[in-house]
């Protein structure tokens, strides 16, 4: 399976201002997926954003968007103005096209945001 | 969105009783899986079934025992559980078959606790 690092715990970020969360992956594959999930307290897996490798254009979402360099297997997560609502762990992702590993989620370990009022 | 139900939402069991976890998911996909999620850790796969069948049994141990008996429905049962085995577990659902956008959507977990 392929190994997904998120380098930072834990992120604070003053509401209204924007926050980056890193993420890298290891993969020798050209094509595949890559996604931010958010996990409120509530527990609840929401999915933030995905990201084709082979789209060279950055996925966007509302506040979210993400800076994909794929030479340097790297998929930060911007969060713009942000909000009280946004405090959760985010866990970035990373999903082959293989069929071997077909339907496999690699997650990394994950990083609490915490959004001061 | 309320497309992948799971119940119960928590649940305490000793070491010797029998339970089962119960995933619903409303979004008519064809692929479930099973995860688990302990502190500190990042999630792990443990189950995958697309269309029914088993396609992925990630080196659990035989007391986790998952059942599918319809591609809206997926259960993991329990028996003789360690304390370690304690944890957050989530189920989640795909389109499955392969589709090159295939994206999985979560329950909101069963926290397990063995005393």
């Known amino acids: 399976a392929q190994t997904v690092t998120q380098s930072q715990p834990e992120m604070s970020v003053q509401e209204a201002e924007t926050v980056t969360l890193s993420c890298t992956y290891d993969?020798?594959?050209?094509?595949?997926?890559l996604f931010w999930y958010k996990q409120p307290p509530s527990r609840q897996m929401i999915l933030v954003i995905r990201q084709e490798a082979y789209k060279q254009q950055n996925a966007t979402e509302n506040r979210f968007s993400v800076n994909f360099q794929k030479a340097a297997k790297s998929f930060s997560l911007k969060i713009s103005d942000s909000q009280l609502g946004d405090a959760a762990m985010y866990f970035c992702a990373y999903r082959s096209v293989s069929l071997a590993d077909d339907y496999k989620l690699s997650f990394g370990a994950g990083t609490t945001v915490t959004v001061r009022a | 969105e309320t497309g992948v139900t799971q119940t119960p939402r928590h649940l305490v069991m000793g070491m010797t009783n029998k339970k089962s976890l119960k995933c619903e998911q409303h979004?008519?996909?064809?692929?479930m899986y099973w995860y688990k999620q302990s502190a500190k850790k990042p999630l792990e796969l443990m189950f995958v079934?697309?269309?029914?069948?088993?396609?992925e049994n990630n080196s659990v141990p035989s007391r986790f025992s998952p059942e599918c008996p319809n591609s809206s429905h997926l259960f993991l049962h329990l028996h003789t559980l360690q304390p370690e085995d304690s944890a957050l577990y989530l189920c989640a659902s795909s389109q499955g078959g392969g589709a090159g956008t295939d994206t999985q959507y979560f329950g909101p977990g069963t926290r397990l606790t063995v005393l």
């Open positions: 993969t020798s594959e050209s094509d595949y997926y």
């Open positions: 979004l008519g996909h064809n692929a």
């Open positions: 079934y697309n269309f029914k069948e088993q396609t």
